[in-house]
């Protein structure tokens, strides 16, 4: 059973900063995998993904890594704003099924 | 182009009430996926349709929840005699096709009183 763990749960840094957002999964059979965007009360943003075939994936000052055997991915973000404020989840697709198993995300605070 | 459509955004039921959340995919789109976001928890896979058929079920509780995606109209999902546990944020998604990327409404809040 796929398992993703998201670290840290929770950081909080000055505006203006580089930052990386975390992702393991337990089973490196994956399809693809996915970086979303949660802002409080609301739905989720899809901001990057990446098939399993593909090392990274850029958009912006976003940049997202994905080390399959090893199970990782990495969330990028360069030059930090307070705007970046919310919840970043990380999301699985294995090759056996269509659900997506989520982590249980990062919420990132961005100081002005 | 309007996106994955969920209503209502918020309901309020009491404990042994049915709940009953929609959830109109994209135009185009005819898979759903039912997702449950519990309080500080992450999101979990509750159940994936096409039209009139449930293809994967497999986190769905056993007992009180139902869903559906009939061939006319929105995919609903059913909660029956709510207990407080059930209060929770549950997003839709859907895709063209199967293994394609899923696009995610804005969630229908259920609260349990």
């Known amino acids: 059973k796929q398992e993703v763990t998201q670290i840290p749960a929770a950081l909080s840094v000055p505006e203006g900063e580089n930052l990386v957002l975390n992702c393991s999964f337990t089973d490196s059979a994956i399809y693809n995998l996915q970086w979303f965007r949660q802002d409080p009360g609301k739905g989720l943003t899809s901001l990057l993904l990446i098939q399993s075939s593909q090392r990274e994936q850029t958009s912006g000052r976003l940049n997202a890594s994905l080390d399959k055997s090893s199970g990782r991915s990495t969330l990028y973000i360069a030059a930090s704003q307070p705007g970046d404020s919310a919840t970043y989840l990380c999301a699985v697709k294995d090759n056996a099924g269509n659900m997506l198993t989520f982590g249980g995300g990062t919420r990132l605070m961005v100081k002005p | 182009n309007a996106g994955v459509m969920q209503n209502p955004r918020h309901l309020v039921r009491r404990r042994g009430q049915e709940a009953r959340l929609r959830c109109s995919p994209m135009?185009?789109?005819?898979?759903v996926y039912w997702y449950r976001q519990l309080p500080e928890e992450g999101l979990k896979f509750m159940v994936y349709l096409q039209k009139e058929n449930i293809i994967d079920e497999s986190g769905m509780p056993k007992e009180r929840f139902s869903a559906e995606f009939p061939k006319e109209g929105p995919s609903i999902l059913r909660i029956q005699q709510v207990v407080r546990g059930d209060s929770a944020a549950y997003f839709c998604?859907?895709?063209?096709?199967?293994?394609?990327?899923?696009?995610f409404g804005d969630g229908t809040r259920l609260s349990i009183l």
């Open positions: 135009k185009g789109h005819s898979h």
């Open positions: 998604a859907s895709s063209p096709r199967s293994m394609q990327p899923q696009h």
